[in-house]
């Protein structure tokens, strides 16, 4: 994922997770909002509960997805 600042290292930590090749059309825009996030609000730690927050949301979304294929 490409950003415009230097990452935390709890922030660069929980992007990893934005990445999932097998799940890539649900998970895609959170990645996207992932970057947006860290491209537009300063480090800390309000920035880094925004990312844990919308991995928890992405995750659901990606359990949905994959319970609805069954």
Do not use: Q
Request: with cysteine; proline share 9%; hydrophobic share 40%.
């Amino acid at each position: 994922m490409d950003t415009e600042r230097e990452l935390h290292p709890a922030e660069e930590a929980l992007l990893r997770f934005f990445d999932a090749p097998t799940t890539y059309a649900v998970s895609m825009p959170f990645s996207e909002l992932a970057a947006h996030i860290i491209n537009s609000a300063p480090p800390g730690p309000e920035t880094t509960m925004a990312l844990r927050k919308l991995l928890e949301a992405k995750d659901c979304a990606v359990r949905a997805g994959l319970d609805s294929s069954s």
